[in-house]
Nanobody, 124 residues
Framework: QVQLVESGGGLVQAGGSLRLSCAAS?????????MGWFRQAPGKERKFVAA????????YYEDSVKGRFTISRDNAKNTVYLQMNSLKPEDTAVYYC????????????????WGQGTQVTVSS
């Protein structure tokens, strides 16, 4: 079993930045898990944002966040990060991190473990 806890959300003005963190625990080899970030806006389905291979060597992004968001991980700390720059009101959502014991992917159904989410609100 893997437990994931997100932090770092909050209220920010458009153009600002936030860094989300996701701390993983529960299994000693969580550092071999691919990690992903997803988001869910009010009344909408949860969607892929970014993912990273267990080694950190490969990253993937949804088109609307490319060049603005950066996913990274520190396996020594069992933590994955999402640096979000140039935030827009349309980035407002609850952000979730997720883990899977396989390749990084943007397919939500392939993730085995989920955090509780952290709210990000971007004001115009």
């Amino acid at each position: 079993q893997v437990q994931l806890v997100e932090s770092g959300g909050g209220l920010v003005q458009a153009g600002g930045s936030l860094r989300l963190s996701c701390a993983a625990s529960g299994r000693t080899f969580v550092s071999t898990y691919a990690m992903g970030w997803f988001r869910q806006a009010p009344g909408k389905e949860r969607k892929f944002v970014a993912a990273i291979h267990w080694s950190g060597g490969s990253t993937y992004y949804e088109d609307s966040v490319k060049g603005r968001f950066t996913i990274s991980r520190d396996n020594a700390k069992n933590t994955v990060y999402l640096q979000m720059n140039s935030l827009k009101p349309e980035d407002t959502a609850v952000y979730y991190c997720a883990a899977r014991s396989g390749r990084a992917t943007g397919w939500i159904v392939e993730y085995d473990y989920w955090g509780q989410g952290t709210q990000v609100t971007v004001s115009s």
